[in-house]
């Protein structure tokens, strides 16, 4: 027993005195294409600081969560002088191509291609663009800068010329429009602290809806065009520790976003109206024992005004919130979706890990003009269990190819296979 005091006391004396200690150095060491002075920028401990290892924890989960770091480590030495503190990081490979497959809406083929470089000039900007065909063609944009200004301001650009065949769901009826939206955002971003983050940005949106074929449906304008502004908030709060494929923490999202219709909609004020978005997207992840990974996400999304149209905002969509389900088979002015699911890894050397994966997809959703009670009266509900697998690279950043096959439980259920890149949330 006396033995075990003397150990305590040793290591608490330890503990104050490298906590008494002042920061002497710091090195970052691992570094390839990120720039030494942009991690300098981001971390919080700094030379002739007094040593606080909490603070250096918080940077080691800061640097985790940049997409050009796939590992931070840390290493501390104490002298005479004080404490010399290295962080040492491995590097991700940022350039990423992407590939998803799908079937559009008339049958045919569909595909988008992208590229993005998200850690552009080794400072955390992300760059980059998409190409897809869905019956018709579309493209679009992006830029961002986090760290613009300061180590907690940046802002983002985007441009999206995007156009597609959109089914329309009246009760008993579905026809299909051409849809087109040409968007131009900027948006700024706001790191209140390590755990807070705001997004508050403007688009300008340009939309079209075109009747493809068939007879029109009584009531439902031919061709709708409009000019709108949008105007988007974001809140996140992010508390997650990361390691490699392993996530382990909370995340919630919560979007508001106004669409303000300005003109042009001549014909279809009634189904054009302006109206208030809201979404929240509440992400849990629990790691269990050593290959485990529970992940659970719980979306709620609800519209204020324009609940009559026909044309509404939340889609439900096998790449969006249901596997399994079909590729743009409904939409509605409210939804709640669980999506849960268990990933085990079953191989892992050195660059690669080999996931499995085991989930249970389910929502409802309020079909435009129905009550609010809609949602809970069992009429509109979707049940998808289903399983699938992923190839992991761990040096580069989002590099999980999945396939997961969702089986629908009920009444006019469908299955399906759902691929691609990037874990499903």
Partial sequence: MMKFYLCLIVALSTFCGLHAQVVESIEIEGLRRTKESFLRKLIKVKRGMTY?????????????????????????????????????????????????????????????????????????????????????DSYGFFWEHPFLFSDKLGIGLSYRNETTQEPIFVPGQR??????????????????????????GASYVQEGYDFLDGEPIAGIPFALEANKLIYRGQYRYIDLDIDYQYFEGLTNEFTAQYNQFLSGNEGGEE??????????????????????????????????????????????????????????????????????????????????????????????????????????????????????????????FNAVFRLDYGVGIGENATNGIVFGIGQYF
């Fill in 52 to 136: 606080d290892s909490l603070l250096v924890d918080e940077d080691i989960d800061r640097l985790n969560r940049l997409p050009g770091i796939a590992k931070a480590r840390k290493e501390v030495q104490t002298s005479e002088g004080g404490v010399r503190l290295t962080y040492e990081v491995e590097e991700n490979f940022t350039i990423i191509p992407g590939l998803r497959i799908a079937t559009a809406n008339n049958g045919e083929f569909a595909y988008r291609i992208s590229l993005f470089e998200f850690n552009f000039l080794g400072n955390g900007q992300s760059l980059g663009g998409f190409y897809e065909r869905n019956v018709f």
């Fill in 175 to 200: 026809k299909d429009y051409r849809f087109n939206a040409e968007t131009a955002e900027a948006y700024a971003i706001w790191s209140i602290d390590f755990k807070n983050e705001v997004e508050i």
């Fill in 271 to 396: 189904f054009l109206r302006d109206f208030l978005a809201l979404r929240n997207d509440l992400i849990h992840y629990r790691k269990i024992k050593a290959r485990g990974n529970w992940a659970s996400r719980l979306r709620l999304a609800t519209i204020f005004g324009n609940e009559d149209s026909p044309f509404a905002p939340f889609t439900l969509d096998n790449q969006l919130n249901i596997r399994g389900v079909g590729n743009t088979v409904d939409r509605g002015i409210s939804a709640i979706v669980l999506n849960t699911e268990y990933r085990h890894t079953l191989y892992e050397k050195g660059w690669f890990a080999l996931q499995s994966n085991v989930f249970i997809d389910a929502g409802t959703w309020q079909n435009p003009g129905d009550e609010f009670s809609a949602l809970f009266d069992g009429s509109n509900v979707k049940f998808h269990p289903g399983v699938g697998v992923r190839f992991i690279h761990k040096r580069i």
